[in-house]
């Protein structure tokens, strides 16, 4: 694989064991629910669930579109890790409404919602397999809050994406309220 996709395949893996570190520290992560309006852990799960699929498709779409003589060749080797701003994505003082389409269920179970986690990241990995080699820089699709994001950087912010809600997830577990 090439470097840029091993780079993000292991920042992808740090941060998949920092949400699941943090499920593990919430008192009965299966039931813990915080303050009305507020997602549950598998809730949380989900939504990342969603998003990762999203980025998935993203890239296994874009990639099948292209000829076999129209992919340009990833010639570079630099880090891309550094493209978006890691401080500001993971900082959790500002909250966001997540868009319609990464809205979670309200009604999964935790162990279907890390089930299909980690289905869900098995599917990313195919697709970033299928995109070897061909230079991700070169497509933009736009983000709803951060604007024209190339493929690059929509891998790193399906990280920083998993960092924010690993917070969230442990400030579920510090203030949670019981049923």
């Keep these: 694989m090439h470097t840029r996709l091993q ?3 292991g920042f992808l893996a740090e941060r998949r064991v920092e949400v699941l570190t943090a499920v593990a520290t919430v008192p009965d992560p299966a039931h813990a629910t915080g303050p ?7 809730a949380i ?3 990342l669930r969603l998003t990762e699929i ?3 498709k993203m890239l296994h ?5 292209l000829a076999d003589g129209v992919r340009p060749p990833e010639t570079d080797t630099g880090s891309v890790l550094h493209r978006l701003d890691h401080a500001t994505l993971t900082n959790r003082d500002r909250r966001v409404q997540a868009p319609p389409m990464v809205q979670p269920r309200t ?3 935790l162990p279907d919602a890390l089930a299909a986690l980690e289905a869900s990241r098995v599917a990313l990995h ?3 397999r299928e995109a070897n080699g061909i230079a991700l820089g070169t497509f933009t699709y736009p983000h709803p809050l951060l604007g024209q994001l190339d493929l690059y950087q929509w891998l790193v912010f399906l990280g920083l994406h998993e960092s924010r809600h690993a917070g969230q997830i442990r400030e579920l ?5 019981d049923p």
């Design 7 to 9: 780079e993000i395949e």
């Design 36 to 42: 009305a309006g507020t997602w549950s852990v598998a």
């Design 45 to 47: 799960l989900d939504h």
């Design 54 to 56: 999203s980025v998935s």
């Design 61 to 65: 779409v874009t990639v099948s579109r």
């Design 107 to 109: 009604d999964v179970a």
């Design 126 to 128: 195919g697709s970033m």
């Design 173 to 177: 577990g510090e203030t949670r309220l």
